[in-house]
């Protein structure tokens, strides 16, 4: 799904996620995660923390230029993995995914 990415170049975090729709609940995966979910429980954001260090060659340079992005997440019974592409004006798209688990 084509989402909306936001970086904040200050905190270098990134969220790619649909601002349109509400989030009804977030969910704090490991230190370095927060999804969101909608009232349907279906993952509709995340937010990746210290993201230019926590993703293969996402640059802060490469962060700040995005000018396309599209999400793909799958939950499962005891994991989340969210597939991802991010393309920016400065360098190739970039494919990456994320599996963290669900805290018990």
């Not at 989402?3 to 995966?29: C, F, P, Q, R, W």
């Amino acid at each position: 799904m084509k989402v909306d990415a936001v970086y904040n170049e200050k905190e270098d975090i990134l969220y790619l996620g649909k601002k349109s729709v509400e989030t009804k609940y977030s969910l704090s995966l490991s230190d370095m995660y927060v999804v969101d979910f909608d009232a349907q429980n279906r993952v509709i954001g995340i937010e990746i923390l210290d993201a230019s260090e926590m993703v293969h060659g996402f640059s802060k340079a490469f962060l700040k230029n995005i000018i396309e992005a599209r999400m793909f997440p799958q939950v499962y019974e005891d994991h989340i993995t969210i597939g991802f592409m991010v393309a920016s004006s400065v360098a190739e798209e970039i494919h990456s995914s994320i599996a963290v688990p669900i805290p018990a």
